[in-house]
């Protein structure tokens, strides 16, 4: 077994705004360990960034963040800022949801490069323009020499994304913090950032948090999968496990909204409903209110994470009556 | 019936040259962003874009919508020639034709709420009246699924998939004929995005909105446009009934593409380890494309002659067309 890398313990995310508090992280607690991929998957809003951002504490100000981020450990959530640099970009990096909110708009892509360089390794700088190119080139952009001397503005919205991987590598991370690395990307294009990242994880034995909505990139990348709803862990699990015999309401209802063989032009079928406010902490599940499975202590009783099958937890209490999954078509 | 028609339109950014370029005589070099694209969009219709990252779809985007001026070609809508639209015509055309950006951090203003960029919206364009405009945010916001609240609160204060339906509730906001939409769904997760796309499927229905959907997600492709186009490397490959094309796909790449979708199977991340590239072979660049047909370089059919011209997009004697002249009914 591996020995976790990172844990995250009891992680709680409050903003406060002028219009009162928003708990969008309720207690999350979950561990990565070297050369293994985590996938976190959720509904829009449930927390998945803020859980990522917490971790190398890339927050915005009006965020309070309690629990703790041990990272060999040592708490990354209280250790000075000094430290805390020489981790950020190097050991733990991370790709952000949006590459114009991380880029900087009016510096050149090589020389963004080139600063996690300068600041992680003792490289001079012939060998940081090589790795560079080198880097750009892996992540699939042509003429790298030349797209170096780009702006953000001058790459597509994939070929940002991907210069955003290629900053996020320069430096060999340890632990990679991916917030939707592949959603700007073709599926052939996709295919070789995942093929190069499960390359880093096998041979190099590095860790990653995967967050994607795409649960076929979390079929074929992760080992295990975490499920969020509405800033609270609902499921995890094993992925063959969770996607065939899901036992949170949750999961349960977002794998049967996919696209499937259905008709084309049909309607799809969403989960009814709205998820909950987190204005004030929610009661009970905070699915209750869209759960077709619900029973009264549902809304009033928070159900804890409990084992239903090896390094496979749930907090629902209708888990042992959901029906198991039959095999999915392929696409 | 054709609402929007393309002709012939390319788009080329120039490449900044250095001191040393300058000094070695260098010629400039360009991005072909966009080379020699003609296609129509049928009132009604669902016309879906997939191509690879960087292949020029957004940028096709932005000159349907003249938000680039082309370099060549003619975009006209509802006849009209678009590129020379003046006053109020081009005012008129801009309500009518709405764009969801890829990027939705890049594309609000930061320092606006959610509900005075709507509002914003809906006066420009005077789609409803004064008093009714509040009134009319709620009723968008929660057509995409936000919360009420949404309307105080500030771009930076949401997820990533909020503030695309933040995009996704602009567009809608002026009551468009065509949206353009790029990528509007990618940030979703897989229930929200049915709520989304069953809304566009019921505007289409009620409102005959006609919808040009420009995303990487093929499953989506499948299941909601009519009609698919399949660029590579500025250029349309292959254009056809999106059922039909999916069932046999005729281009080398577009068949490439639909073989590496990935799949929500047990047992995917066996299978993905044993499995070969979708597409091999050194990336193109659009700063220098390959002479002739720009995948042959990495096609697994192609012969010399391929890199001898650029194929025309032709029936080559099947129901639709497609750029390659390997290809024969
Ligand atoms: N700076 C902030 N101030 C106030 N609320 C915030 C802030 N940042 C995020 N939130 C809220 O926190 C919640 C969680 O946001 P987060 O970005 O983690 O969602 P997510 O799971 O990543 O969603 P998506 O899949 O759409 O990216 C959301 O409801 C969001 O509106
Ligand atoms: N403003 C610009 N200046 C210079 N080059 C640009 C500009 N916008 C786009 N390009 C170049 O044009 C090409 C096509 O970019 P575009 O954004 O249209 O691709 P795309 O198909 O939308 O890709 P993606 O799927 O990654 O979003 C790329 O090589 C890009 O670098
Ligand atoms: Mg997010
Ligand atoms: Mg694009």
């Known amino acids: 077994m591996n020995t976790p890398l990172l844990q995250v313990q009891d992680l ?15 207690g999350v607690t979950f561990d990565v360990g070297a050369g293994e991929v985590l ?26 963040v309690s629990g703790r981020v041990l990272w060999h450990g040592q708490d990354l959530l209280t250790i000075p800022d000094e430290r805390l640099r020489a981790i950020r970009g190097g050991q733990v990096a991370m790709v952000f949801q949006e590459p114009m909110s991380a880029l900087n708009p009016v510096l050149p892509i090589g020389m963004q490069i080139d600063e996690v360089l300068v600041a992680h390794t003792d490289m001079d700088r012939a060998a940081r323009r090589r790795r560079a190119i080198e880097l750009l080139g892996l992540v699939g952009i042509a003429s790298a020499a030349t797209r170096l001397d780009q702006y953000p503005h001058e790459f597509s919205g994939g070929m940002r994304q991907r210069a955003m991987i290629a900053i996020s590598l320069a430096a060999q991370p340890a632990l990679l913090l991916a ?153 | 019936m054709t609402l929007l ?108 709420t959610v509900g005075d960029t709507l509002a914003e919206a809906l006066s420009v364009h005077a789609v409803v009246a004064r008093a009714q405009v509040p009134a009319r945010v709620r009723e968008l916001l929660d057509l995409v699924h936000l919360p009420a609240d949404a309307a105080e609160r500030y ?75 399949v660029m590579y490397l500025g250029r349309i490959v292959e254009v056809g009934p999106t059922a039909d094309l999916f069932a046999a796909p005729r281009h080398p790449y577009t068949q490439a593409l639909i073989r590496a979708v990935p799949h929500v199977k047990p047992a995917a991340r066996e299978a993905r380890r044993n499995r070969q590239a979708a597409v091999t072979g050194e990336l193109p660049s659009p700063l220098k494309p390959p002479p002739g047909c720009a995948f042959h370089p990495r096609c697994p059919i192609a012969q010399p002659a391929c890199a001898q011209a650029v194929p025309a997009l032709e029936d080559r004697g099947g129901a639709w067309p497609v750029a390659c002249i390997r290809v024969s009914g």
């Open chain 1, 39 to 64: 996938g976190l998957v959720g509904e829009s809003g449930s927390g998945k960034s803020v859980t990522l951002r917490a971790i190398p504490r890339l927050l915005h100000d009006n965020a309070a």
């Open chain 2, 5 to 112: 028609a393309v002709e012939g339109v390319s788009k080329r950014f120039p490449a900044r040259r250095g001191l040393v370029d300058v000094l070695s005589g260098r010629p400039r070099q360009a991005v072909h962003a966009v080379e020699q694209v003609s296609l129509e969009v049928r009132r009604g219709e669902t016309l879906g874009i997939v191509g690879e990252s960087g292949c020029g779809k957004s940028t096709f985007a932005r000159c349907l919508v003249r938000l680039y001026e082309p370099d060549e070609g003619a975009i006209r809508f509802e006849g009209a020639d678009v590129l020379a639209l003046q006053g109020d015509a081009r005012r008129n055309f801009n309500r009518h034709v709405q764009m969801v950006f890829q990027d939705p951090y890049g594309s609000l203003n930061p320092r606006m």
């Open chain 1, 179 to 331: 917030d939707e690395p592949t959603t700007a990307l073709d599926v052939t294009i996709q295919d070789q950032i995942l093929t190069l990242l499960l390359q880093l994880v096998s041979e190099l034995g590095m860790a990653m948090v995967l967050v994607t909505h795409d649960l076929g990139v979390v079929a074929e990348t992760c080992d295990r999968v975490a499920v969020m709803y509405a800033g609270r862990l609902c499921e995890t699990g094993p992925v063959e496990l969770v996607f065939n015999r899901p036992r949170h309401a949750y999961t349960d209802a977002l794998l049967r909204s996919m696209p499937g063989d259905g008709a084309a032009g049909a309607m799809l079928t969403p989960i009814p409903g709205q998820p909950p406010r987190i204005d004030s902490p929610v009661p009970g599940c905070a699915f209750a209110p869209r759960c077709s499975y619900a029973e009264p202590r549902c809304t009033t009783e928070r159900p804890v994470l409990t084992a239903y099958a090896p390094g496979h937890d749930s907090a629902c209490y209708a888990a042992t009556r959901l029906p198991a999954r039959v095999e999915e078509g392929a696409a």
């Open chain 2, 155 to 229: 771009p930076h204060e949401f997820s990533g998939g909020q503030r695309q339906r933040i995009g996704i509730a602009r567009a809608l906001a002026v009551e468009p004929s065509l949206i353009i939409a790029d990528e509007p769904v990618s940030a979703l997760d897989v229930s929200v995005q049915a709520s989304i796309v069953n809304l566009f499927l019921e505007l289409q229905a009620r409102l005959g909105l006609t919808l040009v959907f420009i995303t990487h997600d093929l499953r989506l492709v499948k299941h909601m446009t009519h009609r698919v186009a």
């Open chain 1, 12 to 26: 709680r995310v409050t903003f406060t705004t002028g219009r009162g508090a928003v708990h969008a992280v309720d």
